[in-house]
């Protein structure tokens, strides 16, 4: 199974900047053009002094190439992009750059990317999911992490990959896997693209 390429940049802000006038951002995420592709900003703790964002969330093409740059330089990318967006990264008293942080999880040995890039539309991927989903060794080895789930990339996806494994070893939930089993389509899930 592949795994997607993804990068992603957090960011710790001495301000809240993107709070006030003219912004009045309290949640969600902007999009841009720039390989950063995204800027998540917090939904907790409106109106303190400090505030964490994630400064780029990227996947294919443009993770693999800010896959390629070391850390320091992915942060100047991603600072780039970022005062596309909001001009206060210009400063390194509001938002230091060492209190930047990046990974390319596809770079990250033994992780080989972000989450499995599942396509419901490839034969094969329905037989790897089911299989992930199916108990071996007479049920005595299981398999549960965001990819086993109906939602990977996300951290709720493993906990729901975690629950079912805990019904099939209580016995809640059947080993056998259902035919009705549906892959998960990565893209859609993960990148809001179909």
Same mark, same amino acid.
Not at 126 to 147: I, S, T
Not at 176 to 185: E, I, L, N, R, T
């Given at each position: 199974?592949?795994?997607?390429?993804?990068?992603?940049?957090?960011?710790?802000?001495?301000?809240?900047? /993107?709070?006030?006038? +003219?912004?009045?951002?309290? &949640?969600?995420?902007? !999009?841009?053009?720039? #390989?950063?592709?995204? %800027?998540?900003?917090?939904?907790?703790?409106?109106?303190?002094?400090?505030?964490?964002?994630?400064?780029?969330?990227?996947?294919?093409?443009?993770?693999?190439?800010?896959?390629?740059?070391?850390?320091?330089?992915?942060?100047?990318?991603?600072?780039?992009?970022?005062?596309?967006?909001?001009?206060?990264?210009?400063?390194?008293?509001?938002?230091?750059?060492?209190?930047?942080?990046?990974?390319? /999880?596809?770079?990250? +040995?033994?992780?080989?990317? &972000?989450?499995?890039? !599942?396509?419901?539309? #490839?034969?094969?991927? %329905?037989?790897?999911?089911?299989?992930?989903?199916?108990?071996?060794?007479?049920?005595?080895?299981?398999?549960?992490?965001?990819?086993?789930?109906?939602?990977?990339?996300?951290?709720?996806?493993?906990?729901?990959?975690?629950?079912?494994?805990?019904?099939?070893?209580?016995?809640?939930?059947?080993?056998?896997?259902?035919?009705?089993?549906?892959?998960?389509?990565?893209?859609?899930?993960?990148?809001?693209?179909?």
């Amino acid at each position: 199974m592949e795994f997607a390429k993804t990068c992603k940049v957090g960011w710790q802000a001495n301000e809240r900047f /993107w709070e006030r006038e +003219p912004d009045n951002i309290f &949640g969600g995420i902007s !999009w841009t053009d720039h #390989n950063i592709t995204q %800027m998540w900003y917090p939904s907790n703790d409106y109106f303190t002094s400090k505030g964490t964002l994630t400064g780029a969330y990227n996947f294919g093409d443009r993770a693999e190439a800010l896959g390629k740059l070391d850390p320091q330089q992915r942060l100047a990318e991603a600072r780039a992009g970022a005062v596309e967006l909001h001009t206060q990264f210009e400063r390194e008293d509001i938002v230091p750059t060492g209190k930047g942080v990046s990974i390319a /999880w596809h770079e990250v +040995p033994h992780q080989l990317g &972000g989450w499995a890039a !599942w396509d419901p539309a #490839n034969q094969a991927h %329905m037989k790897a999911y089911k299989q992930l989903l199916q108990p071996d060794g007479e049920g005595r080895f299981f398999v549960a992490g965001d990819q086993a789930s109906p939602l990977p990339g996300w951290q709720e996806g493993a906990m729901m990959s975690a629950h079912y494994v805990i019904g099939q070893m209580e016995g809640e939930i059947q080993l056998a896997v259902s035919d009705s089993v549906q892959v998960p389509d990565s893209v859609a899930l993960t990148q809001g693209l179909t």
